[in-house]
């Protein structure tokens, strides 16, 4: 199947600092990827869609302003959590599908933990 | 508004013996559904999915599930567990080709004990 790779697989940092977490597709285009944050024992909470070329749909109570979402390339996503603090600690997973094919299966990135210290 | 849920939050089994976990959907359309499992501080591995033709559908690492239309149901089953399987699992759910959004079911955690 397709790969997704999510970079950094976990991350420390500074309360006020911002961090930068990639995702790509290796051997597809994404004209859309997705950006999920999963807190402990539970499921997957959809933050927001991103779109090639344009701006990310976020869902409701999600803070575009604290969550930057860019997708320069059909290949490359790339989330940023602006002035990051303890309660932003989670873990952050993207996923992506290949709209070439009719197979509608998702394909994830490894997930990246986020720890604000 | 498509739902999936995953009736139980964990599920014990010992290890050789069969495994079931459950999960039901609620889409408009016809649904494409998938199994998927994480592993600690991993993000989601496929398991099998649903698109049309057997309603019985065969994945990865021996796991199989029935697509269940009047039911609506789409359980995962293994014959055989095994301690490795233990692990966190979703169900997701896009009602349709043309639906970009996928649904997950809460998870339910699997614990094989040996």
């Known amino acids: 199947g397709a790969v997704v790779s999510q970079h950094p697989s976990w991350v420390i940092c500074k309360s006020g600092t911002s961090v930068k977490i990639e995702c790509r597709s290796l051997d597809f285009q994404a004209t859309t990827m997705f950006w999920y944050r999963q807190f402990p024992k539970q499921s997957l909470m959809l933050m927001a869609t991103?779109?090639?070329?344009?701006?990310?749909?976020?869902e409701q109570g999600v803070e575009k302003d604290k969550f930057l979402i860019n997708h320069a390339s059909l290949t490359l996503s790339t989330l940023t959590v602006t002035s990051a603090h303890p309660e932003d600690s989670s873990f952050y997973i993207c996923?992506?599908?290949?709209?070439?094919?009719?197979?509608?299966?998702?394909?994830f990135g490894q997930g990246t933990r986020l720890t604000v210290v | 508004a498509q739902s999936v849920a995953q009736p139980e939050d964990q599920v014990n089994v010992a290890e050789g013996n069969p495994l079931t976990v459950k999960c039901t959907y609620s889409?408009?359309?016809?649904?494409?559904l998938f199994w998927y499992v994480q592993y600690p501080n991993r993000g989601l591995q496929f398991l099998l999915k649903?698109?049309?033709?057997?309603?019985l559908v065969k994945g990865s690492y021996g796991f199989e599930a029935e697509f269940n239309k009047s039911q609506t149901s789409f359980h995962l089953k293994k014959p055989s567990a095994l301690v490795s399987d233990s692990a966190l699992y979703f169900c997701?759910?896009?009602?349709?080709?043309?639906?970009?959004?996928?649904?997950f079911g809460k998870g339910t955690k699997l614990s094989v004990i040996p």
């Open positions: 649903y698109i049309t033709g057997d309603n």
């Open positions: 991103s779109n090639e070329g344009s701006k990310a749909t976020y």
């Open positions: 997701a759910a896009y009602s349709g080709a043309g639906s970009y959004q996928l649904t």
């Open positions: 996923s992506a599908r290949d709209w070439e094919i009719s197979n509608p299966e998702a394909f």
């Open positions: 889409v408009s359309g016809n649904p494409y």
